[in-house]
């Protein structure tokens, strides 16, 4: 049975740049919608929504949480709380920023949380891009304007400069930093006070008469910018013939068209604005019928097909995450598109074709789960034990098999070796990583057959820390680790064509493999694409997957120093076969072997992961800090002064930045710190090249 109707629905993400507040901020929702009846402070680990040990221990968020919680607009003053809202808590760690993405991938709209003192920060521009990649309506939330520095018309503004200039504040605050008390809220004209051991009391005030004329003059820029985007709501503010819900009304349409994006305001930590912002999440951003239909491709007539998010439709669904739960094993995190999910039901796994019946289905509230019998369409939940399922798997009505978009995730740019203490532990290692694997897209685990040796990579050093520290605790596995190492990647910069050839004859049947290739760079990020130009069946259909998969072999094995072949298509055009000797093997060796040839022709460069980065110093240490990093190879993009700190922004290798951390407090007494994400791949320097091959060789031998 569904809680509420479709349309009083808000399945909504707090996303942000790490320390802004995002768990605080959720922390209050939770007691103000009466989740919680006691408030869980972060920096106490008593946070519900960061649940996991290490979370706990780093007062950060690593992992995304969801939860359901609902709620009734405060200006109604209604006591049914007649909205449910399903909250995703997102890392804000650069990381951990898959959680953002798959995240927002589910989600209907997102609440972007910043830090009342530095307006937008790196990884607010990163999310705010993810935001836009998924087309997710926002609002906005400036947090902590009692710390001392904060200003909101500055932090306004930043959002203004880097991000947006669609944004609009629809309130004003009174009082700055430390007297920072009170809210005027710009569709009112009321000022608000939150007041109690928590701020649960709203009391509400007439605008003090010496801050009356400014808060008219911001409620008249308000208006001509909902006006300039609205035309129904146009002609009611020329006519002068609006009232509240008028410009509410006006609001949502133009946030829901990406046209208009609502800025709130407060201090998550001394509970003011939280409730106001729940108000704006309600009347703001979306439901999933606001957001009509969602397209997917039939599985069998690969039609394009629009789905409507109802009830009534045939079952679709995403699986948007996995995670080893140790009571309960695998939890694969879903949402409901159209259709109903219910407990025994049999569904087909798009992506996987394979049918599988549903058992436990459960709501998640952070790390509890709380038994249903089905989940409704727009709903998020989880499914225990589902088999063989991954990110980005789409389920659905096995009579109607419809293939939803997958996610894309970004590649790993660290490495580093692992080994079990004891070889008591390798197979367990070995179940261990897979389960980590399938966990998390932006880890991989791959096997050096020259040197049997098991290579982690991820997103950065906290991210694989993290798995260590998992290993450990989880898993009770103790592993030896060796030293960070860059993913570099191979790649090539002209066209070739190359034979392959597999002929072996010993006695019997025999082995005939023989293809052409084509090798072609790729525009930098696309990684890798296969062409079959095959005519008049010189090859049979059946043996071209088997090419392809020879061709992948050999690409991650690398052929310069062996790094992963990256940003490159490979054609194949010409080839012959042998009616009784060809087989999939055979065209799977030949594959290979023409494309180490090509790629050899091909011009072959190695790249390296390129980081942006932004130093933040005093200004007495600008001159040093500059001079340390243009030593690492590093490029100035931007120097920009807020107050007595100098942000210097900029792009670097990723291999000159190991110990960094240190460096920078080093040189300035403790008080410059950095922040970096990965940008993109770009050329490695030709002598930086060489010795990296030089050592590569050594290594093997």
Known sequence: ???????????????????AGKTTVTERILYYTGLKHKIGEVHEGEATMDWMVQEKERGITITAASTTCFWSQTYKQSKEKEFQINIIDTPGHIDFTAEVERSLRVLDGAVVVFDGVAGVEPQSETVWRQADKYRVPRICFINKLDRLGADFDFALSTIWKKLTDKAIALQMPVGKESDFWAIIDLIQMKMFSFEGKYGEEIKVHEIPQDLFQEAQEKRQFLLEKVAENDEIFMEKFFSESFNEQDIREAIRRQTLNYNLVPVFLGSALKNKGIQLLLDGIVDYLPSPLDLGTIKGEHLKTKEKIEIKLNDEEPLTALVFKIMVDPYVGTLSYIR??????????TVLNVSKNEEIRIGRIVRMHANFKEEVEELHSGDIGAVVGLKNSSTGDTLSDPKFPILLEKIQFAEPVISMKIEPKTKADQEKLGLALNALVNEDPTFRVTHNQETMETIISGMGELHLEIKVDRLKREFGIDVNVGKPQVAYRETITKTAEAEGKYIRQSGGRGQY??????????????????????????????????????????MEKGVLAGFPISDIRVTVFDGSFHEVDSSDFAFRIAGAIALQEAVKKAGLVMLEPIMKIFIYTPDEYLGDVTGDFLSR??????????????IIEGLVPLAEMFGYATRIRSITQGRGFYNMEFSHYDFVPQNIQNALIEERVAARK
């Open 336 to 345: 409901i598109y159209s259709g109903i999910l219910k407990r025994g039901q």
């Open 513 to 554: 493999g023989h293809v052409w290739l084509r090798v072609e760079p790729l525009e930098r990020g696309k990684h890798f694409e296969f062409v079959n130009a095959i005519k008049g069946g010189i090859i049979p259909d059946e043996f071209i997957p088997a090419i392809e998969k020879g061709v992948r072999e050999a």
């Open 633 to 646: 190879r590093g490029k100035i993009e931007n120097i920009e002064t807020r107050e007595s700190i100098k």
């Open 1 to 19: 049975m569904r809680i509420v109707p479709l349309e009083k629905l808000r399945n909504i993400g707090i996303i942000a740049h790490i320390d």
